[in-house]
């Protein structure tokens, strides 16, 4: 069997971290696993670890880290036969520590990206909650204004992208993240990309991936379902 993969993406808010996902999915034919959509699909599916999450989110609040590992690392020991790339998962030290009780990870792509630039994307981004499907109306517009590509239902902007909210997101991820990115840098499995545009990072991200992995002809984003 070829050797698994598993890498994780970190950057603050807007950093591109969905459209990059998406596009190492597609081009590696990585598995793409997002710790929003798993909380996602928790509340929607009732489960304790859902109920409890729902009710941290609704105010605003990240997941306390001993439900976010309750509710991932049993979906990541199953996946012993994948290689996959998470994104948003872990956002503090103690999911990284969890994270790497459970696995060992061979890669972590961290995004820098400049205020102004993060400021601008989230006040244009749309979202379809259902896929996760991301959208910029400058940047990669959907087909007919508003509505979802695929399934062409209502996209929605998230109260949390608005200016007002963004410093404070911000703030609070340069905190959380930095112990972790010192963490995966000591690893030495740490690779930081800078820049303003997607399109110009992305073929130092495609060149670096080319050398870990074998990339295949598959050219649909394996979005994983929950059990
Ligand atoms: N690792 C985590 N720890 C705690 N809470 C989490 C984690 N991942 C997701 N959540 C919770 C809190 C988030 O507000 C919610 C949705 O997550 P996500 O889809 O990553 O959106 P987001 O808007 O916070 O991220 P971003 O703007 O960076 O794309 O789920
Ligand atoms: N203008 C512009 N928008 C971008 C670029 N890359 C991503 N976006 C958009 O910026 C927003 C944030 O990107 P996203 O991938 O959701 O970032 P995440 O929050 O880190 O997951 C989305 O609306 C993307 O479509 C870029 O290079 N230029």
Redesign the pocket.
Request: glycine fraction near 16%.
């Given at each position: 069997m070829a050797k698994l993969f598993r890498a994780v993406i970190m950057?603050?808010?807007?950093?591109g971290?969905?459209t990059i996902s998406e596009r190492i999915a597609q081009r590696f034919g990585l598995a793409r696993l997002?710790?929003?959509?798993?909380?996602?699909e928790n509340i929607a599916a009732n489960t304790d670890a859902g109920v409890l999450?729902k009710t941290?989110?609704e105010r605003?609040?990240?997941?306390?880290?001993h439900?976010?590992t309750r509710l991932?690392l049993p979906r990541l020991e199953e996946m012993t036969r994948h290689s996959w790339l998470m994104?948003?998962?872990?956002?503090?030290l103690a999911?990284a520590k969890a994270l790497n009780s459970t696995c060992d990870l061979d890669l972590v792509i961290s995004l820098n990206i400049p205020y102004e630039t993060l400021k601008e994307r989230?006040s244009d981004?749309w979202i379809h909650p259902a896929s996760?499907r991301?959208y910029n109306m400058g940047f990669n517009p959907p087909h007919v204004q508003g509505r979802d590509d695929i399934s062409g239902e209502p996209l929605i902007q998230?109260d949390?992208?608005k200016p007002e909210a963004l410093v404070a997101?911000l703030r609070h991820?340069k905190d959380v993240a930095k112990p972790i990115i010192d963490l995966y840098k000591s690893k030495g499995i740490l690779h930081t990309f800078s820049g303003t545009e997607t399109d110009r990072i992305w073929p130092y991200i495609n060149s670096l991936l080319s050398t870990k992995i074998p990339s295949t002809s598959q050219t649909d984003t394996q979005r994983i379902p929950m059990p």
């Open positions: 950057g603050p808010p807007g950093s971290k969905g997002s710790s929003g959509d798993f909380v996602r999450a941290y989110i605003g609040l990240l997941v306390p880290d439900v976010m991932l994104d948003g998962f872990p956002r503090t999911q989230l981004r996760g991301v998230h949390d992208d997101r991820y």
